[in-house]
DNA sequence: AATAAAACGAGAGCACTGCTCTTGACTCGA
DNA sequence: TCGAGTCAAGAGCAGTGCTCTCGTTTTATT
């Protein structure tokens, strides 16, 4: 027993049993994630389970319940969708490139993934809170705008724009000091229309994978959404 | 027991039966509703039969299914909030205060009623395909808007705005064609405009009861949407 | 006014769900 | 080698949507 050791003591390192476990615990979520694409939210263990051909009140050993499950889902799913506005704002060069594409990418990822935009993006089941693992992967999105705008704003890239309507006082004093912990640069106009972009982009993705494009859009919807984001590109200033 | 048909012969000309159904079932739905707001869209027709003292099956005989119920208060919702937008307009003069009277009705009922809201426009069940029944009451709020745009329009009280940037060929043609249906007399262009200004509404209030503003903008909210509806404003010409 | 037909509420029952607890086999670390 | 911890399996509980049957009541027809 002790010349197992011997023969490949780095790999036992982190002992069979663990190795197992890990193995296990993201096929649970690949099958998870499977049903997730046709039974949608509610999601049924004892499916997921039976698939594996293991016993329901197995899967408990690995998730300690439906809910956590659900959250381990929607935290690879944010970290899939940040990966993907990042990757692709990486490959493009210039401003307006860069931001279409990012814009192109969110989309894409949400069409090839309709379900899990819809788990991440649709609406929250009344009870539950979203637990603290998963505002950091949520904010990765929101992230890579606010970096594209700021980037571009120091290099003086971006035309100043027309300030008005003006914001008023008490929500721009909110906004100056919610922006002041990440990005004191900001202005706070240039971060005003930049979360009209934000929710133009994500709105507008919304509408087309919850069907209300449906008998009105129907071919063009990708020109559609690359008009909007052209359109909101001309609204911060690029 | 002629007697009884003498003594009131129009009141029960929809008959008893039919009187007590149509109670039950407003009922019911008004059971349902009020289970909604604490556990969602999984409402439980068996609870929902046992808080009105009756027994489970007993409710099939109002509802053929649970989808069912549901879609009777998905209707009803829209229905709500169709008339909510539409009272709004109709107590506000000029175009401006009319649009902004709009947003703020539609708000102001997601926000009274954050369920109902999730319901319809949040993630849509994969299974569940939106019957004939709803397009109508569904379309009551986008008809508001268009028929805003265009009274302004014609009137001559919106502004020539910017072209740019310029509406894909396909795009156009296709949007062309469906507003050809309804409002001929619409510039595609203002269609274009007014579709920006319809996303970003839904999508404000959308990540403002889905919480995506948490920790960022908790005491503005109301500000914040008033202002990115000026900018919509501006934005289709106002 | 009597009778056939339809609608109704209650109950039992089926297959399914999330979740808990116990049991026996297995693996790990000392 | 041997306790301790981990694991899969199974039984079981309370809950779900939905179906079917069975008497009762109301409606419609003759």
């Not at 949608?40 to 999601?43: D, K, R």
């Given at each position: 027993m002790l010349s197992f050791y011997c023969y490949a003591p780095e790999m036992t390192a982190p002992s069979i049993r663990a190795r197992v476990r890990e193995e296990l615990t993201s096929e649970i979520k690949a099958v998870a994630r499977r049903q997730l694409t046709t039974e949608?939210?509610?999601?049924s263990l004892r499916a997921v389970a039976r698939e594996l051909g293991?016993?329901?009140?197995?899967?408990y050993r690995y998730f300690p319940s439906r809910d956590d499950l659900l959250t381990a889902l929607i935290i690879d799913c944010y970290n899939e969708l940040g990966e993907a506005g990042e990757k692709a704002v990486e490959g493009a060069e210039g401003l307006l490139s860069r931001w279409l594409a990012f814009g192109h990418g969110i989309r894409d990822w949400a069409l090839a993934h309709p379900a899990e935009y819809a788990l991440i993006y649709g609406s929250p089941v009344p009870g539950y809170k979203a637990p603290q693992d998963t505002v950091g992967p949520a904010s990765r999105t929101t992230t890579v705008i606010v970096k594209l705008l700021v980037e571009g704003y120091l290099a003086g890239e971006l035309k100043g724009t027309d300030e008005r309507p003006p914001l008023p006082p008490p929500l721009e004093t909110e906004m100056r000091r919610a922006i002041n912990e990440i990005f004191p640069e900001m202005p706070v106009g240039l971060l005003a229309r930049g979360m009209t972009a934000w929710v133009q982009l994500f709105g507008v993705i919304t509408f087309e994978l919850f069907g209300r494009f449906n008998n009105f859009i129907e071919e063009s919807r990708r020109d559609f959404f690359d008009h909007q984001m052209r359109v909101m590109a001309r609204h911060v200033g690029m």
């Open positions: 949608g939210a509610n999601l293991m016993v329901s009140s197995a899967v």
